[in-house]
């Protein structure tokens, strides 16, 4: 972090690579997030959380808002269960100024199956969950409770972001390791570069342990989103 | 535990309801595992967690298996990147004899156009879940890595799940406080009653905290279970 920090605006820490040491790895998640809001950093916690009811309010008790034990500024989720289910989140989300990025167009391909799936001749999966997320944004402005993972790596029609989406926040992971490149991130969002969060993970994290490296990838990652983003 | 186990063989802990209490709570999480397992019971850990690649081998070393931190015997996954995307879980499912059930259908009604969309003219989303399922389960035989959740109030046409589903053991919540009753599991689950694990939880939960009150309510719902599943 403080490697990173001069460069960046924001962290998207892995929930499961945390979870993967048990609660001893929730407690660094915990020191992670308080380490990053002491720095000026947001946090976008990568949890794919997702559940129905009284549930769904738990896990926003727990991880949303800095008043929260986890504290995050954001976090992803998923809509399997309907964005009607995730109303108790919605509206912890409300509260406390943060934002849902509800998973929408995967960076994985085998997934399109499902997500290009028609719910009726109009709506695909996709379209229903965009169009659903843009009716709660605007009934909820001028707060911005729901943004959209976006895969990088997907190709969509560059000129349909904004129709779809409105003016939500969009996560596009994918970016090195899995196959997209920063004028895949231009050419694909060219008429949103002003709501998307490009993120690169593996292949800026598989340049450490060394230092210099390291601070080397981010800064190469940060510049070329900041080039782009600002055109 | 000690009130239930006499009349129980797995219970159900919401990781949201521990998550909510931070690393605290996830430490109080690992503790009721040990705490059921050394009272013989098997726990199923409903936190609906499903990411892609290295992430969910991750989740699988975190959570699945006696020898993880967690060291649940079994995990409700999401699978809106794919069943594909599961695979590094499905992997540790296979290699600690454990089992994800995946969510396919639920029990709230307003996730209903998502889980009937149409990924052909043949399938819907659940039913190519389903299928996706049983192909897995059929290429691990003997070992039974996928189970599924199909929610109790889900009136699908009884003759279907072998068919749809093959050995697969389903996870049926929503008996109780969200409206299916025990009739509607034997009704619902006819062919498939040597397969289905009914789960009722607040309506077992709010006739607590007095002791006999909350031990009548699982001896009741136990026995329901029981007579039900032995028909």
Redo the contacts between chains.
């Keep these: 972090l403080d490697l990173a920090s001069p460069y960046i605006s924001l962290i998207k820490p892995?929930s499961?690579?945390f979870?993967?040491?048990?609660?001893?790895?929730?407690?660094v998640?915990?020191r992670v997030v308080r380490a990053a809001h002491e720095r000026g950093l947001l946090v976008l916690l990568?949890g794919?959380?997702?559940?129905?009811d009284s549930?769904?309010e738990?896990?926003g008790?727990?991880?949303l808002g800095r008043g929260?034990?986890?504290g995050a500024d954001a976090l992803t989720v998923?809509?399997?269960?309907?964005i009607?289910?995730l109303e108790p989140l919605i509206h912890c989300a409300v509260e406390t100024g943060t934002t849902l990025f509800v998973?929408v167009r995967?960076?994985?391909a085998?997934?399109w199956?499902?997500?290009d799936?028609?719910?009726n001749e109009a709506e695909?999966?996709a379209e229903?969950?965009a169009r659903q997320l843009r009716t709660i944004n605007a009934r909820e402005a001028p707060k911005v409770p729901l943004g959209a993972v976006v895969g990088a790596t997907y190709a969509n029609d560059a000129a349909g972001w904004r129709s779809q989406f409105g003016e939500a926040p969009l996560l596009a992971p994918g970016v090195g390791a899995q196959g997209a490149d920063w004028d895949d991130i231009q050419r694909r969002f060219v008429d949103v570069l002003d709501l998307v969060i490009p993120s690169a993970s593996?292949s800026v994290l598989l340049r450490g342990p060394n230092e210099a490296e390291f601070v080397a990838a981010i800064k190469e990652a940060a510049t070329r989103a900041r080039n782009l983003l600002e055109v």
């Excluded at 794919?48 to 129905?52: A, E, L, V």
């Excluded at 998923?78 to 309907?82: D, E, G, W």
Aim: aromatic share 10%.
């Design positions: 892995q499961a690579y979870e993967q040491f048990g609660s001893l790895g929730f407690e998640l915990e990568d794919k959380r997702g559940d129905i549930t769904n738990a896990y008790r727990g991880l929260s034990p986890v998923h809509a399997y269960l309907s009607d289910a998973v995967s960076s994985n085998s997934a199956a499902l997500q799936a028609r719910v695909s999966v229903m969950l593996r």
